[in-house]
């Protein structure tokens, strides 16, 4: 994995509280899309 990735599904893991092999099971536009989102939220 990329650093960017693990920086992508850390962010996520932490907010979103999903398993690992969920989070890996996005595609990539869907990730960007929930870390963006995530972040808005997270203001």
Not at 4 to 29: C, N, Q, S, V
Request: proline share 2%.
């Amino acid at each position: 994995m990329t650093d960017r990735l693990y920086e992508e599904i850390t962010y996520l893991a932490y907010h979103l509280h999903w398993p690992l092999d969920d989070l890996l099971d996005l595609e990539h536009h869907e990730r960007r899309r929930f870390v963006a989102e995530t972040g808005r939220l997270a203001g």
